[in-house]
Each structure stands twice: as C-alpha cells, then as structure tokens.
C-alpha cells in the first residue's frame, strides 16, 4: 500500500488569521525568532495498488474539486515512500 499525500495552503495573497494569531502567540510562549506562520491541511491517502500516472492524475483531480478551494488555495500531491 502507498501513501499519497496533499498539502493545501491558503495562496499567498489569501489573509491567514489562524496563523497570524499562532505567529502572535509564539513569543509569548517563548519562541522567538519566527517572522511568519501560514497554517493548512495535510491530508495522507492511503491508496490501493500502484501509485502510477494514472492514480496521480485522480488524485489530483480530487484534490481540485473536492480537498481544496482553488479560488484561495493551492495544494500539493506527492508520493511518499
């Protein structure tokens, strides 16, 4: 069995309050030091068989209409051993 996992981020420009108030936080705990903190979602599949052109390309597909809001985030798919 492999495992296949996306990553989605809110895009760039996308205003961040979780991570805004997690990066506000972080001081006060006494870690200094970090001058950004973008938070998202990691989502891990474990698939079935072969992770090959064509499960990938399913999977992307996935991730695009149903993982991630395209119009704010942007997302990864990658194999992990």
Known sequence: MAR????V?????????QGQAV???LPRLGFDGIADVRQGKRFELEV???VDDAALASIH???ETFLA???IE???????S
């Open 4 to 7: 296949v996992v996306v990553d």
């Open 9 to 17: 981020m809110l895009k760039p420009e996308i205003l961040d309050p």
């Open 23 to 25: 990066q506000r936080a």
């Open 48 to 50: 079935d068989g072969p």
């Open 61 to 63: 597909e996935m991730a």
């Open 69 to 71: 809001n395209t119009v």
């Open 74 to 80: 942007d997302f990864v798919v990658k194999v992990e």
